[in-house]
């Protein structure tokens, strides 16, 4: 058997193991999904979002790309966001990057990577903000890993300053953005502790999309909650 035709025979397994365990989880599952977490993390192979948080399918909200980034102009990330927000009503989202994360080390290279050169670029900003800091780390792993928990932060920041974000927490007192990073050596997961509430208020000076020339019907025309 093919490595391809495994995973139908693994599927098949799977499917039967579940329906032995409960009857009724399939019937449950495709009705609709109300999951309580929206986790943007690596589209890493090793960092299977479920798995590390202990959760089950239909708990958790997944969208996943290189670098765990949230780039403002990313109609991909942006639509995942504002569909988990105001539609599925999430009241968590994470970022999780990983240390040993390919895209951050390749961003701190000063190499032409072809198409990946605007991507990365998002990253470097994030090296150039904090340049001084990261030179200062003479051992060089441990610059990368500061870089992937800086990486988390930013784009965490750049979650908050979405509008979806913004207004359902001010209405609603959720989501709470959260940064954290996936250590594959200890199988465990670090908490950077974003202070969410003093984040928000610190850029809502220049990013407030709350005012009243803002406002939109809330919530928006409905959609289905399954997708």
């Known amino acids: 058997m093919t490595p391809y035709d495994q995973i139908f025979e693994n599927n098949r397994r799977w499917a039967e193991e579940q329906l032995r365990a409960d009857p009724e ?30 959760l089950a399918p239909g708990d958790v909200f997944v969208h996943r790309n ?3 980034l949230v780039n403002n102009v990313d109609l991909n990330v942006m639509s995942v966001i504002f569909y988990g927000v105001r539609h599925l009503d999430v009241k968590h989202i994470i970022v999780c990057g ?5 895209g951050v080390q390749a961003a701190m290279q000063p190499k032409d990577l072809g198409i990946l050169n605007p991507w990365l670029r998002n990253i470097r900003d994030v090296y150039r903000m904090y340049k001084a800091e990261l030179n200062a780390i003479t051992d060089e792993a441990k610059r990368y890993d500061r870089l992937v928990e800086l990486n988390v932060i930013e784009q965490s920041i750049n979650i908050i300053k979405t509008a979806a974000v913004q207004k359902s927490y001010l209405k609603r007192g959720y989501p709470i953005v959260h940064s954290w990073v996936f250590d594959m050596n200890t199988g465990t997961l670090k908490d950077l502790k974003l202070d969410f509430k003093k984040t928000l208020e610190t850029i809502q000076e220049v990013y407030d999309l709350t005012g009243e020339s803002n406002q939109q019907e809330w919530p928006p025309d409905p959609l289905p909650r399954s997708k």
């Open 25 to 54: 989880y399939f019937h449950r599952l495709s009705r609709e999904q109300r999951p309580d977490f929206l986790y943007i993390g690596c589209s890493d192979s090793r960092v299977p979002a479920n798995q590390i948080m202990g």
């Open 66 to 68: 290189v670098g765990n």
């Open 98 to 102: 990983h240390y040993g994360c390919g």
